[in-house]
């Protein structure tokens, strides 16, 4: 099963870090374009427009992959395309209402009133995109997904990077705007990967019903509740240091940036997973989950890591040659607590791709709700009492939470035999 997953992650991560490289580069030219204070204000609304971004789609394409791989195993084409159609439908519905909470969320913030409403149009195309991309992995076209990909984070770069070549500087505003031409470039791509295996289902004209609509939404309330948990547990974070100070809100994001590059093939093993999963119960197949030898393995390059990051050399200089504001000096410090959770975190995905994959998206959406309140309740005294230190390290004891909760919940489903099938259990931990 690993191996399959190990496949498919890695054509997945292909993508991701390809992406992920050109999101960072567009981090580091927004950094040394907009002040501490404008930056600061940007991640602020990133942080928004995420959180945004997946009440607009629901998670839909968790939904998508899950019931295309489970019908196509099956045979049942037609089912499956009807399922793509009216997820397509809901998130071009929520994602315009989502529109609007966006620009009330940052409303009581001095943001450019036409280019915050432009940046939060752009949840419309993202979150089609994000449906495109749970049917191509309902299809198991990994390497499809990975262009998709590699594409929407080298839009962001190339729009911005252009600019810089016509302009001088450019505003926040400007930045804001961009966002969307980037959005409409990634929706164009992903579009014209659906239209190249739609012969597989030869679709007719898909009548709208309403138990469909249902049945995608029973399953993906539960996958959206994780997520809007998982970015709530950041976008929490950013409100709180909002209204204390812009310096922190500024380089805690510029940590979350740099914690994000060593954990940036999560959302490929998970995403992998689920497809793959739920077509293993479907075919009665074998599903074996992580373990402690897994769990030492990954301490120990996270301790390697810790290590490296604390005695990295010159790394004041480093960061000032990237970000170019003294600021963000000593931010490493920040990223190197934050590690500590790293190994946690490898698990934690690995078993909610497994736990959503067989049909449970509730057990990891009660973990992903305990995680939210239990960085709610830390963050503040932590901070108060560490600065922003104790903010990170709130974050850490929220992943301990999350992952033994995660954890508990697999192996529940393990010997409660939901699954119909031979259920290989790896070593516990």
Request: net charge positive.
């Amino acid at each position: 099963m690993w191996k399959e997953a190990f496949k498919n992650s890695t054509v997945l991560l292909s993508g991701v870090l390809v992406s992920r490289f050109f999101v960072f580069m567009f981090n580091i030219l927004i950094i040394r374009e907009l002040s501490v204070s404008d930056y600061g204000l940007f991640a602020f609304a990133l942080a928004v427009f995420n959180w945004v971004l997946i009440f607009s789609h629901l998670d839909l394409y968790a939904a998508v992959s899950r019931f295309v791989s489970k019908y196509r195993a099956l045979g049942d084409f037609e089912k499956a395309w009807a399922c793509y159609a009216h997820a397509a439908v809901m998130a071009l519905v929520f994602s315009l209402l989502g529109v609007v909470v966006g620009c009330l969320i940052t409303s009581m913030y001095s943001y450019p009133t036409w280019g915050i409403t432009i940046f939060m149009a752009s949840i419309i195309p993202f979150a089609l995109v994000t449906v495109n991309d749970g049917f191509l992995k309902g299809l198991e076209k990994f390497n499809y997904t990975a262009i998709v990909e590699s594409f929407s984070g080298f839009f962001k770069f190339a729009v911005l990077a252009v600019s810089l070549l016509i302009v001088d500087t450019v505003s926040l505003g400007y930045v804001m705007k961009l966002y969307l031409l980037a959005s409409i470039f990634t929706l164009t791509v992903s579009l014209i990967f659906v239209y190249r295996v739609r012969y597989i289902f030869a679709p007719k004209f898909i009548a709208f019903k309403f138990v469909i609509v249902k049945k995608m939404f029973s399953y993906s309330k539960w996958v959206c509740t994780t997520d809007l948990a998982n970015t709530g547990l950041i976008l929490s974070g950013n409100l709180f240091l909002s209204y204390f100070s812009l310096e922190d809100l500024a380089r805690f994001n510029v940590v979350i940036l740099i914690y994000s590059i060593f954990q940036i093939g999560f959302g490929a093993i998970t995403t992998a997973l689920i497809p793959q999963v739920s077509r293993r119960a479907a075919n009665n197949e074998s599903i074996r989950p992580l373990g402690a030898r897994e769990l030492g393995f990954m301490s120990l390059f996270a301790v390697v890591l810790i290590i490296f990051l604390i005695g990295f050399p010159y790394q004041e200089d480093l960061l000032y040659f990237l970000f170019n504001k003294s600021e963000y000096q000593g931010v490493l410090v920040y990223v190197a607590i934050l590690m500590i959770a790293f190994p946690l975190r490898f698990i934690t995905v690995t078993s909610k791709g497994i736990l959503q994959g067989c049909g449970r998206p509730r057990s990891s959406a009660i973990a992903a709700v305990v995680t939210f309140i239990v960085n709610l309740s830390l963050f503040l005294p932590f901070y108060f009492l560490w600065g922003l230190s104790g903010a990170v390290a709130s974050m850490v004891c929220a992943y301990l939470v999350e992952y033994l909760i995660t954890r508990r919940a697999v192996h529940n489903l393990f010997n409660e035999n939901v699954v119909q099938s031979t259920m290989v259990q790896g070593t516990e931990d």
